[in-house]
């Protein structure tokens, strides 16, 4: 389907839906990210296209300026996906959540990545620093409508799935990889990691 025939088929957007497109943040999209401990990061790469996650207490991303976030890349598993795809290809999209909120906030814009110690500083932890900063500059910012989320119910508790309807991450990463480790010894390792190693 072509981008004319894409058009066609679903007719034009809402002017409102144009029109809310923002080249930097307003007090809105501030109070947004101050209150958002999840979001979710959109980068491309020579590989293809990724999305990660990225987590902590509400305000973990700081807004420098109407233009400029910083998101600290606290330790994972070492794969660096996002961060690799960053360096080859600035362009990034992100999505931030606020529980209880069925609006979500888009920002799409271009990102580096910083070792810098005055910025590493703004964060800390137990004594702990982030190894990066990824500092991004916004080309785009907008709210985007909750019918994603209500329709998935995302933050309605009687929706929630019992941990015990899939099996432990050990075990489905023992399904899914070769490796000598049993299920057992796989969650004991990353029960270790998620109690001493999240930051």
């Known amino acids: 389907m072509t981008p004319t025939e894409l058009r066609q088929s679903y007719g034009p957007a809402l002017e409102r839906a144009k029109l809310k497109s923002l080249r930097k943040l307003d007090r809105h999209c501030r ?12 980068t491309q790469g020579d590989a293809g296209a990724d999305v990660s996650p990225r987590g902590d207490s509400p305000g973990f991303v700081q807004v420098l300026d109407d233009q400029t976030i910083a998101i600290p890349d606290w330790p994972g598993n070492n794969r ?3 961060l690799s795809n960053i360096a ?11 529980p209880g909120v069925d609006e979500s906030l ?24 982030p190894r990066s900063v990824m500092v991004v ?21 009687d929706y ?18 070769d490796v000598a480790d049993s299920a057992e010894q796989i969650e004991a390792s990353v029960a270790e990691s998620y109690a001493k190693r999240l930051y």
């Open 160 to 177: 929630k799935v019992e941990r015990g309807s899939l099996p432990s991450y050990g075990s489905m990463l023992k399904d899914q990889i």
């Open 137 to 157: 500059t916004i080309g785009e910012a907008f709210l985007h409508c909750g019918k994603a989320l209500i329709r998935s119910k995302l933050w309605q508790p």
């Open 31 to 42: 109070a947004f990210i101050e209150l958002s401990p999840f979001l979710c990061l959109g």
């Open 88 to 98: 080859s290809n600035p362009q990034v999209g992100l999505l931030f959540l606020v």
């Open 80 to 82: 660096l996906d996002s």
């Open 106 to 129: 888009r920002i799409n814009g271009t990102a580096r990545l910083s070792v810098d110690p005055e910025l590493l500083a703004r964060w800390n932890v137990g004594g702990k620093q």
